[in-house]
T-cell receptor, first 115, second 106 residues
Framework: NAGVMQNPRHLVRRRGQEARLRCSPM?????VYWYRQLPEEGLKFMVY????????ESGMPKERFSAEFPKEGPSILRIQQVVRGDSAAYFC?????????????FGPGTRLTVT | RKEVEQDPGPFNVPEGATVAFNCTYS??????FFWYRQDCRKEPKLLMS???SGNEDGRFTAQLNRASQYISLLIRDSKLSDSATYLC???????FGTGTSLTVIP
């Protein structure tokens, strides 16, 4: 049973470009979460999605960031017009159940570097 | 006040020692708690889940104190391989602490 998959593992973008990060949850998991981790900092929640629905996006910056989890295919975190401050590790996690009960399993992360 | 707070450490302990970390949470309605282990530049990996008073798995024991709103992780007989950052998180919301760094010294 494959774990949570993320790609690309490393992504380099110039300021102003777009970054697209992909996440495929574990088999049987329909809940996906995105987190950002800056060096020497903890995980910061960004968004929680179920298939075709955004359940909680309270941690998502208001501008330039969006996320989706279509009926078919991986979840996508999209960052438009990237800036240097977007450089971070972005982790996706999935769970079988939603909030309150489900352990989350993390993917290997995408390390975004903005030059 | 942060939703979840941890002592960042670092904790440097000799092999074989017992070490404990605490994690406090602010939302008294939280029902489930988790300890994750994160190695440098890797993803967090689930170590233990805590739904009631506590949980034990080999050398690792997690305890929950609802009255004082903290969970603890106890590691007995520390191994070199236990060196990592330990994150605690709550299940109701999506909050994680900043992690506690542990280095086990030969």
């Amino acid at each position: 049973n494959a774990g949570v998959m993320q790609n690309p593992r490393h992504l380099v973008r110039r300021r102003g470009q777009e970054a697209r990060l992909r996440c495929s949850p574990m088999k049987g998991h329909s809940h996906v979460y995105w987190y950002r981790q800056l060096p020497e900092e903890g995980l910061k929640f960004m968004v929680y999605l179920q298939k075709e629905n955004i359940i909680d996006e309270s941690g998502m910056p208001k501008e330039r960031f969006s996320a989706e989890f279509p009926k078919e295919g991986p979840s996508i975190l999209r960052i438009q017009q990237v800036v240097r401050g977007d450089s971070a590790a972005y982790f996706c996690a999935s769970s079988r159940s939603g909030t309150g009960v489900g352990e989350q399993y993390f993917g290997p992360g995408t390390r975004l570097t903005v030059t | 006040r942060k939703e979840v707070e941890q002592d960042p450490g670092p904790f440097n302990v000799p092999e074989g020692a017992t070490v404990a970390f605490n994690c406090t949470y602010s939302n008294s309605a939280s029902q489930s708690f988790f300890w994750y282990r994160q190695d440098c530049r890797k993803e967090p990996k689930l170590l233990m889940s805590v739904y009631s008073s506590g949980n034990e798995d080999g050398r690792f024991t997690a305890q929950l104190n609802r009255a004082s709103q903290y969970i603890s992780l106890l590691i007995r007989d520390s191994k070199l391989s236990d060196s990592a950052t330990y994150l605690c998180g709550t299940g109701n919301q999506f909050y994680f602490g900043t992690g506690t760094s542990l280095t086990v010294i030969p």
